[in-house]
């Protein structure tokens, strides 16, 4: 194995030039790669500073499961309390062009505006900033062997989505959330 690698590799030099050979070795680990579970977390993401824990505030919204299953829908519920994620083309909001502000449905705080949502192309609602830094939160999750970063509602520590460093300026960021978790509030 170790040959025929070595080979390939002297062939893919030969045919592909140093540079290429260079520019391979230089690709990171990739995502599905159990070895992610130990790396560090990446730069783009520390600047995020996720946290383990909720962020206290004063508003805080704490209900038990089954005060949450009296709140929510089955579909919700999902979602925001067991980190479910709606099927992409399917929600109520990742067309909505309207002008107005996303509020979570578990606790009503607002989160995003219409002015930071763009069509990111994936099926769900986009937006590259929350109305205030203090309005979400973030969690590492290294579920289903991916190195992503979670979004939760800092009222209620609703799951919301994720969000990834591949976003427009000027935050560069892709906050990618499900329409379930988002009431919206047309601006007059
Ligand atoms: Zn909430």
């Keep these: ?44 993401a520390t600047k995020l500073k996720p946290l383990n824990e ?12 089954s005060e949450w299953q009296q709140e929510l829908t089955p579909e919700q519920f ?7 994620t709606e099927r992409p083309f399917c929600g109520a909001f990742y067309d909505n062009h309207k002008k107005g502000t996303y509020h979570c449905v578990g606790c009503d705080l607002p989160l995003f505006k219409s002015d930071a949502k763009f069509d990111s192309g994936t099926g769900w609602p986009s937006f590259f900033q929350p109305v205030e830094e203090k309005s979400v939160w973030y969690k590492e999750d290294f579920s289903h062997g991916m190195y992503r970063v979670e979004v939760l509602c800092a009222r209620c520590d609703g799951h919301l989505g994720h969000v ?15 329409s379930e978790c988002l009431t919206f509030e047309e601006s007059k």
Excluded: H
């Excluded at 909720?54 to 499961?65: F, I, T």
């Excluded at 999902?78 to 479910?84: E, W």
């Excluded at 990834?164 to 499900?178: E, M, Q, T």
């Design 78 to 84: 999902k979602i925001l309390r067991a980190q479910g």
């Design 164 to 178: 990834f460093p591949d976003g427009p300026a000027p935050s560069k960021l892709r906050f990618c959330i499900n």
């Design 54 to 65: 909720s962020p206290k505030r004063d508003d805080k919204v704490v209900l038990s499961d």
């Design 1 to 44: 194995m170790i040959t025929s690698a070595f080979q390939a590799t002297l062939v893919a030099l030969m045919i592909g030039g140093i540079g290429v050979g260079a520019y391979l070795l230089n690709q990171p680990v990739k995502n599905s790669d159990s070895k992610t579970m130990n790396q560090p977390r990446e730069e783009w």
